[in-house]
């Protein structure tokens, strides 16, 4: 189940590494980094700081293969992809539900506080996105007033507050992350941020 989730987390985030390289009009080799970077980035820190080394993709092509066959994909049906921007949120909001839990199971195995768990299921649905954000000279979504990492960090509390109650381990994998997912959308759409603690002064 763990595996599977982070193989479809890959595929989505492969995807919207693609959606932002075609956004910024970058070549075939820009498509395929971002790509990479986006699906990789964060499970790679999350692997360099709880010392599982060499890191989860350099030990399962599958993983390689997963982004390679999602940015052909991507590519290929670009011309009907007409909503840049939405595909884009889905596939980025998927992502970050699905390496959420990954994050956390990971944490679990190598027996770390909850909390430490949490943070490292922030850490890998987060940071794959912020690496590709700053390499297409963005503002990371991380680091703006949308709740991101909220969600996963809320998807991580229930993931643990399920495992209170006798339920099967898959629904508590697929209801914990489906917090993450709904949290991210309903946020977005009825515009629900976090309070900004800086306040504009204009003077006179």
Not at 136 to 149: L, S, T
Request: glycine residues 8%; contains cysteine.
């Amino acid at each position: 189940m763990l595996y599977t989730i982070d193989i479809l987390g890959t595929i989505a985030f492969a995807i919207s590494g693609v959606l932002v390289a075609f956004d910024k009009k970058m070549d075939l080799f820009g498509v395929l980094i971002i790509a990479f970077v986006t699906a990789v980035g964060g499970g790679t820190l999350r692997d360099l700081l709880i010392g599982n080394t060499p890191v989860s993709w350099m030990q399962d092509m599958n993983y390689t293969y997963a982004i390679l066959g999602s940015a052909i994909f991507a590519i290929l049906v670009r011309n009907k992809i007409n909503y840049l921007r939405t595909s884009l949120f889905l596939f980025d909001t998927i992502g970050i539900g699905l390496y959420t839990l990954v994050g956390i199971e990971k944490g679990l195995n190598t027996d770390l506080h909850p909390i430490i768990c949490i943070a490292l299921g922030t850490i890998t649905a987060s940071f794959g996105g912020v690496i590709r954000d700053i390499l297409c000279n963005e503002i990371p979504v991380i680091f703006r007033k949308e709740i991101y990492a909220t969600a996963c960090i809320l998807g991580g509390i229930v993931y643990f507050v399920l495992h209170e109650f006798p339920i099967k381990e898959d629904f508590v994998f697929i209801i914990a992350g489906l917090v993450v997912i709904i949290t991210r959308l309903l946020a977005v759409k009825f515009k629900i941020a976090l309070p900004n603690i800086y306040r504009k002064v204009y003077k006179n």
